[in-house]
């Protein structure tokens, strides 16, 4: 049996994983270049939109699988940060209008692409089903959501001047909302992963969450930047 990492080379390996992270997709980094149409930031904002949806619902699936009262205590920050009035679906349907979407249609999903309702759904599954400590560590792509926040901060008002500047108030939040949340996400991990075998289910754990992102970003590209929706090339 191999020994274990220890809790710095576990977390440095973790980190890593970034490398794989969906800011390193081409959607993504045509978006911080400033080259997508506003067809493009658009159908990313609709089809995000599902995802920022499922958040509170993915984090309550996760409590209700916690036995540990001091742990939910502080994952229900999660679902107040997204359900709130004022929180990060509002946040999010503000930018929704910012770049110039119909309210009704967001909240409709009227433009969801079917593989990113899977993949969401996939995530969301994965929380109700696994036990907590597993679903609570796929949250740890958070380590490496501020950088991709702060990128959308600095490069979108001079690349899309026409997105209007209070849209962008959900970036600016989610700031310091996601150094707080790793800090917990992580302090579990590094402590209840501590054998070499629960060390590699966590990698693949990691793994999966960045799979769900990449294939999200996948579908976008296939559908606005290739122009090849589902179902493009079939009689309708």
């Known amino acids: 049996m191999q020994e274990a990492y220890s809790k710095e080379e576990f977390e440095s390996k973790l980190r890593d994983m970034g490398r794989m992270y969906h800011i390193h997709h081409p959607f993504h980094i045509r978006m911080y270049e400033g080259?997508?149409?506003?067809?493009?930031?658009?159908?990313?904002?609709?089809?995000?939109?599902?995802?920022?949806?499922?958040?509170?619902?993915?984090?309550?699936?996760?409590?209700?699988?916690?036995?540990?009262?001091?742990?939910?205590?502080?994952?229900?920050?999660?679902?107040?940060?997204?359900?709130?009035?004022?929180?990060?679906?509002?946040?999010?349907?503000?930018?929704?209008?910012?770049?110039?979407?119909?309210?009704?249609?967001?909240?409709?999903?009227?433009?969801?692409?079917?593989?990113?309702?899977?993949?969401?759904?996939?995530?969301?599954?994965?929380?109700?089903?696994?036990?907590?400590?597993?679903?609570?560590?796929?949250?740890?792509?958070?380590?490496?959501?501020?950088?991709?926040?702060?990128?959308?901060?600095?490069?979108?008002?001079?690349?899309?001047?026409?997105?209007?500047?209070?849209?962008?108030?959900?970036?600016?939040?989610?700031?310091s909302e996601a150094r707080r949340d790793v800090q917990h996400g992580l302090a579990i991990t590094l402590e209840e992963f501590n054998t070499r075998e629960l060390q590699e289910k966590a990698f693949s754990i990691l793994q999966f969450k960045l799979d769900i992102l990449w294939t999200i970003c996948d579908a976008l590209y296939l559908a606005y930047e290739l122009k090849r929706p589902p179902y493009f090339n079939c009689e309708k």
């Not at 899977?118 to 949250?139: H, L």
């Open 35 to 175: 080259t997508c149409t506003k067809e493009e930031i658009q159908g990313w904002v609709a089809n995000r939109f599902y995802y920022q949806c499922m958040i509170p619902i993915k984090d309550a699936a996760i409590m209700s699988n916690c036995p540990s009262l001091v742990d939910r205590r502080k994952w229900i920050d999660r679902i107040t940060d997204h359900d709130s009035v004022g929180g990060g679906i509002e946040a999010w349907l503000e930018l929704g209008e910012a770049v110039g979407l119909n309210k009704e249609d967001l909240v409709s999903h009227k433009f969801l692409l079917p593989s990113v309702k899977f993949a969401v759904d996939a995530y969301v599954n994965f929380a109700r089903q696994r036990p907590w400590k597993e679903a609570a560590m796929s949250s740890l792509t958070e380590m490496f959501a501020p950088q991709i926040h702060q990128q959308r901060l600095s490069t979108w008002p001079d690349n899309y001047p026409w997105i209007e500047q209070k849209g962008l108030r959900y970036f600016q939040k989610r700031l």
